[in-house]
């Protein structure tokens, strides 16, 4: 059985920084893209990042460059959201997923395991 868990969200102060954490059982991380969404009070669930283990691959939204940063550790099966300047527009729970494919994908539809949601919010 797969399971995703998250950790790490919380509240901050615009201009901080958090990391969030994504720990998998039931499959190896390193063979399987993993991907950040996240989804905000009344609205649709967005892409943040993604990584392929192979050739250490990444993916950022637009929002994100140069403030996140997405990582793996392959000891302890667990990826890695590094947030730094937060701002308040980055508010939302953030969601771990697992693709079976082999494609970086950025769209809800390429990741087939999802974890809970961790909740980030970030105070102005």
């Known amino acids: 059985q797969v399971r995703l868990v998250e950790s790490g969200g919380g509240l901050v102060q615009a201009g901080g920084s958090l990391r969030l954490s994504c720990a998998a059982s039931g499959l190896f991380l390193s063979n399987y893209p993993m991907g950040w969404f996240r989804q905000a009070a009344g609205k649709e669930r967005e892409f943040v990042a993604a990584?392929?283990?192979?050739?250490?691959?990444?993916a950022y939204a637009d929002s994100v460059k140069g403030r996140f940063t997405i990582s793996r550790e392959y000891a302890k099966n667990t990826v890695y959201l590094q947030m730094n300047s937060l701002k308040p527009e980055d508010t939302a729970v953030y969601y771990c997923?697992?693709?079976?494919?082999?494609?970086?994908?950025?769209?809800?539809?390429?990741?087939?395991?999802w974890g809970q949601g961790t909740q980030v919010t970030v105070s102005s």
């Open positions: 990584i392929r283990w192979s050739g250490g691959f990444t």
């Open positions: 997923a697992a693709s079976t494919g082999l494609r970086l994908g950025t769209s809800i539809e390429d990741y087939r395991y």
